[in-house]
């Protein structure tokens, strides 16, 4: 199983970034694909979950309608929409998936949003 993230990166307060997730070694559409993030000092936390076949997503409260999470299982990537960022959102994002009891993980993509 390997999956890398791309796309973060220095951003404005209030702008929009778009994380992506290369997943391979595993049957893509057949598990639910996750985005955790983890900023400085505090624990890592789900950010979004979108669950295989029936589609349905799952967002933290904190970015609830403006970040959007979304998967193309032809080509076995997952994306994060992040709009209106906050300085608070300042993270590093991780994409996730539980495969059996084996959690695996991208290396990470930093995401600064400071002025």
């Known amino acids: 199983v390997q999956l890398g993230e791309s796309g973060g990166g220095l951003v404005q307060p209030g702008g929009s970034l778009r994380l992506s997730c290369a997943a391979s070694g595993f049957t893509f559409r057949s598990y639910a694909m996750s985005w955790y993030r983890q900023a400085p000092g505090k624990e890592r936390e789900l950010v979004a979950r979108?669950?295989?076949?029936?589609?349905?997503?799952i967002y933290a409260d904190t970015v609830k309608g403006r970040f959007f999470i979304s998967k193309d299982n032809a080509k076995n990537t997952m994306s994060l929409q992040m709009n209106s960022l906050k300085p608070e959102d300042t993270a590093v994002y991780y994409c996730?998936?539980?495969?059996?009891?084996?959690?695996?993980w991208g290396q990470g993509t930093q995401v600064t949003v400071s002025s």
């Open positions: 996730n998936v539980l495969i059996g009891s084996v959690a695996y």
């Open positions: 979108i669950i295989p076949r029936v589609e349905d997503k």
